[in-house]
């Protein structure tokens, strides 16, 4: 399945420049997954954009994380999306 990140204009470190952001991850998939494991699935991602510097940390002082998803019909629609925005 394929990911896509979407941030905040300009470069990849201006959202945490800007102070708290909410980053929104949104699943595309035949199978829809439990909420439980659709957090769990999305925290690599997150953990991946604090590790290439795009937000200094995780934590709620910086950011508020969302999950979401939607059902797809075709396999080769399935893929995570993350959107980033300044709050």
Known sequence: AAARVQAVPGHPGEAARQGRVRIVVTSYR???????NLALGAKALVDSIVAAGII????????????????????????????????
Do not use: F
Not at 30 to 36: E, F, Y
């Open 56 to 87: 200094p940390s995780d934590s709620p002082l910086w950011c508020k994380i969302e999950h979401s998803q939607a059902q797809v019909t075709d396999p080769a629609m399935e893929r995570t999306e993350m959107l980033i925005e300044n709050l």
């Open 30 to 36: 035949c199978r829809l997954l439990d909420d439980d």
